[in-house]
């Protein structure tokens, strides 16, 4: 079944920019979307096919995607990106929708 | 404005059955597809299944393959997710999510608040 990896924890201070990444074979082929979950809530999806953002999200987010690996990144971020973000991706071989396993960023 | 409400969680014994449903309002439901995702406790989200516009076409994960079964009410507005023979591995929160499109394939665009099952004896 189709896999994806995530780092399980990035850490930056107030201000910086954050990067996390999704890895996956042929990732570069698939559309990603990335989700944010703050503790007790429902994901919200914060961007689509590898780089759009729904409306509402702020610039501050943004997405890439190529090869074998697709990246979120948080340009200055806040206390309040403080959550855990996943990447999806459909794999049309399996008909599976598959979730990375999540990241959680902490902002110092 | 759009809304999906889960409901029918709660404590089951294993090898026990339940139904969730999804409540969708503020959208015409039959238009779009929808899935359920789950969380167990201090996890990531795993998709579960899903269903398109019309019911006609379902897929599942393997962990629920042969013991759940997705179905959706259009004039109801509403989704179910029929769990049989329930496993302690079952216990988590479960999601609804709407696919914006009328296909199978794009991002989730909005979620419920979730539903929480418990598989204990």
């Known amino acids: 079944s189709y896999v994806l990896t995530q780092p399980p924890s990035v850490s930056l201070a107030h201000g910086q920019t954050a990067m996390i990444t999704c890895k996956g074979d042929?990732?570069?082929?698939?559309?990603v979307h990335w989700y944010q979950q703050r503790p007790g809530q429902a994901p919200v999806l914060v961007v689509y096919?590898?780089?759009d953002r729904p409306s509402g999200i702020p610039e501050r987010f943004s997405g890439s995607n190529s090869g074998k690996a697709a990246t979120l990144t948080i340009s200055s971020v806040e206390a309040g990106d403080e959550a855990d973000y996943y990447c999806?991706?459909?794999?049309?071989?399996?008909?599976?929708?598959?979730f990375g396993g999540g990241t959680k960023l902490s902002v110092l | 404005q759009v809304h999906l409400v889960e409901s029918g969680g709660g404590v089951v014994q294993p090898g026990r059955s339940l139904r969730l449903s999804c409540a969708a309002s503020?959208?015409?439901?039959?238009?779009?597809?929808i899935h359920w995702v789950r969380q167990a406790p201090g996890k990531g989200l795993e998709w579960v299944a899903v269903?398109?516009?019309?019911?006609?076409?379902?897929y599942y994960a393997d962990s629920v393959r042969g013991r759940v079964t997705i179905s959706r009410d259009n004039f109801g507005s509403t989704l179910h997710l029929d769990m049989h023979m329930l496993r302690s591995e079952d216990t988590a929160m479960y999601f609804c999510?709407?696919?914006?499109?009328?296909?199978?394939?794009?991002?989730?665009?909005?979620w419920g608040q979730g539903t929480m099952v418990v598989v204990s004896s």
């Open positions: 999510a709407r696919d914006p499109s009328g296909s199978l394939y794009d991002e989730l665009d909005v």
């Open positions: 503020g959208f015409t439901f039959s238009s779009f597809a």
């Open positions: 269903t398109s516009v019309d019911g006609a076409e379902t």
């Open positions: 042929h990732l570069g082929s698939k559309n």
């Open positions: 096919d590898d780089s």
């Open positions: 999806q991706v459909w794999d049309h071989s399996s008909d599976h929708w598959v």
